[in-house]
């Protein structure tokens, strides 16, 4: 019998269903309660208040790039607790929450601390939060301020549009305290600016009160002639005309005069420093230089040096004078030469120095007093010696010698102490630092930092910064940084654009080339 059965055909249906969750809150709310509840907690936050945030190093990595790269690439990886000196203690309370809810309350009480705050641990959402939040704060008495906290930790946009309100309520700004605390420059670029809101004859009125704040004799001579004395509103007020002679002739006394400011727009102001780091190897001898901005948090390149130089010392003098010392040339020789880097100059090269004593590489150096330069250490079976150039004599002097034999370390000046960190004592790459203070002669030795490191640059800001280098198995990109005041080293959250080692840095003030990027 036949079957007539028949068999029915296959529904047609969908392979797989993609289902996605409409909503994290949930999920946010369950981190929360772990971590209010210490539970699964990994890692503990703590202030300079000695207050203690608990929390989970997985979370704080997924939305800091700074947690990412403290839990990843440094010490901090293994431990269960964390100094955060550099945060305000409400702060750091607020951001840990964000991070775990996704929601924070900006108000004008914690914005001033809050923004940095947010910046330090790259928390981009928030920061642009607060600057917009900051921008309908704008009112006369306080654009300048805001205008300051915008410049410093890269707000463009805040930055911006602050500027764009001095400008059009130039005539109650200009009669505030924070007017005062505008630099040179930038009282310049307001004044000459096409978008500046007041009369032409009320620029004019102003423009003497302004021009005694601006520090004319500390800009290069050839800046005034070139620039400031053929702008019309100048050359148009006799006052004006007596701050640019009084200028000129500051350039022409002796320089034992320039030490003592005779008024406040010969006194030099506190500047904006940068960290230039020159010369190195990898794996290919260089004489680029790099400088990094710890406003912007990035790394530029600067001028290059006349030679090649590896395990080259660096430090600046007055100011204004950077002085590349010894080390390796490309062919492997060890230098005594010298080179200079004249900051205040329209064109920036390097030029030849007086030479040391004695040929030096892996060495460290140093200017004590913003003057006096000191050569420290080297591959040689002195490598516990110094030496010290003293400029009004024009030659090198052996000074006192060193506790330890160290070779390819760092040094660095704050307060008068000279700071000799890490480098090689021939057996082993060093952790140890110790410090050298010169009316008594003595050497102590402070906290180690955090990795042993050796052919590193070192500059300082009141901090001392410690750059690149090596350990004993890889060059590094890493930066730490040094605060004597507790003792203590921590991490920078930037690496360099390159991992480099036997390289040289410096601190100084940001001149004006280095403003937005520096082009030959």
């Known amino acids: 019998m036949q079957n007539t059965h028949q068999i029915p055909e296959s529904r047609r249906c969908e392979p797989a269903k993609l289902y996605k969750k409409s909503s994290f809150v949930d999920i946010y709310a369950a981190l929360q309660f772990l971590r209010n509840g210490e539970i699964f907690c990994d890692i503990k936050l703590e202030t300079d208040e000695n207050n203690v945030i608990f929390a989970h190093k997985v979370v704080l990595a997924s939305a800091s790039p700074y947690f990412y790269a403290m839990f990843t690439n440094f010490s901090e990886r293994n431990s269960k607790l964390v100094v955060l000196k550099q945060i305000d203690s409400t702060a750091l309370q607020l951001l840990v929450n964000f991070i775990y809810s996704g929601e924070i309350l900006i108000t004008e009480k914690n914005i001033q601390v809050l923004l940095p705050a947010a910046d330090f641990l790259q928390l981009q959402e928030v920061k642009e939060a607060c600057c917009d ?164 948090d990035r790394w530029n390149y600067g001028p290059e040096m006349i030679t090649s130089r590896v395990n080259t010392g660096v430090c600046v003098v007055n100011d204004n004078l950077v002085f590349a010392v010894g080390g390796y040339n490309y062919q492997g020789e060890p230098l005594r030469s010298v080179d200079m880097l004249d900051l205040t100059s329209d064109s920036l090269c390097w030029k030849p120095s007086v030479d040391m004593l004695v040929k030096r590489s892996n060495l460290g150096v140093c200017a004590i007093n913003n003057y006096y330069i000191y050569a420290v250490g080297g591959s040689t079976l002195q490598s516990d010696t110094v030496e010290c150039y003293y400029p009004s004599l024009d030659t090198w002097n052996p000074v006192a010698k060193m506790s330890v034999h160290r070779r390819s370390a760092g040094v660095g000046v704050l307060n008068g102490v000279l700071y000799v960190v890490g480098g090689h004592n021939g057996f082993k790459c060093l952790s140890s630092v110790e410090a050298y203070t010169p009316s008594t002669g003595v050497w102590t030795t402070i906290a180690d930092m955090h990795m042993p490191r050796h052919l590193a640059g070192i500059a300082l800001d009141d901090l001392l910064y410690v750059v690149g280098g090596e350990d004993e198995t890889s060059f590094l990109d890493s930066t730490e940084c040094y605060n004597p005041k507790t003792n203590t080293w921590s991490l920078v959250a930037a690496s360099m654009n390159h991992e480099r080692t036997s390289i040289g840095g410096v601190a100084f003030n940001r001149p004006r080339h280095f403003k937005n990027g520096f082009h030959l």
């Not at 794996?283 to 912007?296: C, G, L």
């Open 133 to 296: 939040f900051a921008q309908t704060l704008l009112c006369p008495n306080n654009c300048i301020g805001i205008y300051a906290i915008a410049d410093l930790h890269g707000c463009t946009k805040l930055l911006t549009s602050s500027e764009l309100y001095i400008q059009q309520h130039f005539s109650e700004v200009v009669g505030g305290n924070e007017f005062l605390s505008l630099s040179s420059e930038q009282v310049v670029r307001l004044i000459s600016s096409d978008k500046l809101i007041v009369p032409s004859e009320e620029k004019k009125m102003y423009l003497p009160q302004l021009m005694e704040y601006v520090r004319l004799p500390l800009t290069s001579k050839s800046y005034i002639s070139k620039k400031v004395v053929e702008e019309p509103l100048i050359k148009n007020c006799l006052k004006c005309k007596d701050y640019i002679d009084e200028a000129l002739h500051f350039h022409n006394i002796h320089k034992s005069e320039k030490l003592i400011p005779q008024n406040i727009r010969n006194k030099p102001r506190h500047g904006d420093n940068v960290i230039l780091i020159v010369g190195g190897y990898d794996n290919e001898y260089r004489k680029i230089t790099e400088w990094y901005d710890p406003k912007m």
